[in-house]
């Protein structure tokens, strides 16, 4: 044996008598249920892995850092659930009643069902290694395990995560006001929305509003009336309560120019019609609120075709050039 193979040897020899070198055990948590439990054990063991990710052991094998499950049987028929916790030194129970939960018919769900529940008393009492147990009053405990507790703690913090909002199909209402470079500076309006998120990051939306202005001029006025239809993609990210989203799409519909001539200067009126024709960009954030949904979109978009109002010879109205359009809605899920 060459010099290099005795000292690789020697290296590996003592990484694998430190403790550092060496794999943490994972949590462990015993099992017990009373003879009298109406479930299958090795039923209620798997679901309980399942639920915790952890080792679940229904013998007495449990080490001293292992949390302790009973389940037993009270004199009213419901089942007692009891957790003995040696990481916050403490115990608490609860009682459920697996008969009026689940019909005869639902026998095998019923070990998911206790599964359930015991999941959720075992991250309610290991809920406790977030707190500051640093009080005045409180009695020393014995040190646990490091790894223990920081295992727990990381799987606790997981488990009180805020959900990200649900994907489906909003239907909601618009108010929308849009600003452009000539006249009329400012329409007002607003309309309905169904917009659609999916899985992948993806979504779509259609809209359909109407946007008015009145411009006035020395010959009279001239209203400018806006109907049109919005078909976008976009993407979207989810954080909690929110949605964030980022997109494109084309803006079609038909516009209106009606003149209001003076009385006094005896001129006649007209309408003029037009295409509303608008590539956009569109980006928009909406807050979850239970089913509500509230939203701010913000809309940029230049016109494909312009649309010009004169009167006497003079510009009075037009679309063309930049547009922002910016709309805040509610609405709620229909699927």
């Given amino acids: 044996m060459t010099l290099g193979q005795r000292a690789i040897l020697l290296l590996v020899l003592a990484l694998s008598t430190s403790g550092w070198a060496a794999p943490s055990d994972p949590p462990q948590v015993v099992l017990k249920l009373d003879p009298c439990v109406p479930v299958a ?4 063991r798997r679901w309980l892995a399942l639920e915790l990710g952890e080792q679940v052991i229904t013998s007495g094998e449990g080490s001293p850092s292992s949390s302790q499950v009973q389940v037993s049987c009270e004199d009213s028929g419901r089942l007692a659930l009891r957790i003995d916790d040696p990481l916050t030194g403490k115990a608490i129970w609860r009682s459920i009643d697996l008969s009026s939960q689940l ?19 075992l991250y309610a009492s290991f809920a406790e290694l977030l707190l500051d147990q640093r009080t005045e009053n409180a009695k020393p405990q014995p040190p646990q395990p490091a790894t223990l507790l920081k295992e727990w703690s990381g799987r606790v913090e997981d488990k009180l995560k805020q959900p990200l909002p649900p ?11 849009l600003v452009q470079r000539d006249a009329p500076a400012l329409l007002s309006g607003g309309g309905l929305r169904l917009l659609g998120d999916a899985p992948y990051h993806l979504g779509w939306d259609v809209d359909l509003q109407y946007l008015f ?7 009279g006025s001239v209203r400018s009336d806006r109907i049109g239809g919005r078909l976008a993609i976009h993407g979207q990210v989810r ?7 980022g997109g494109v799409g084309l803006r079609l519909g038909v516009i209106r120019h009606v003149g209001e001539p003076l009385e006094s200067l005896g001129a006649t009126a007209s309408v003029q019609w037009g295409p509303w024709v608008t590539p956009v960009l569109l980006g928009s954030i909406s807050v979850a609120i239970s089913r ?3 939203d701010l979109v913000l809309e940029g978009g230049y016109v494909a075709v312009p649309v ?28």
């Fill in 213 to 219: 202005a009145r411009t006035d001029g020395a010959l």
């Fill in 292 to 294: 509500l949904r509230l």
């Fill in 167 to 177: 994907l489906g199909v909003e239907l909601g209402a618009i108010g929308s006001i």
């Fill in 308 to 335: 010009l109002a004169r009167t006497a010879g003079h510009l009075t109205s037009s679309v063309s050039g930049p547009q922002l359009l910016i709309s805040l809605g509610v609405g709620s899920f229909i699927r």
């Fill in 103 to 121: 019909s005869s018919q639902d026998v095998p769900l019923r070990a998911r069902f206790l599964a359930v529940a015991i999941s959720e008393l």
């Fill in 41 to 44: 054990r090795d039923e209620v």
């Fill in 239 to 245: 954080v909690p309560r929110l949605y964030i989203r």
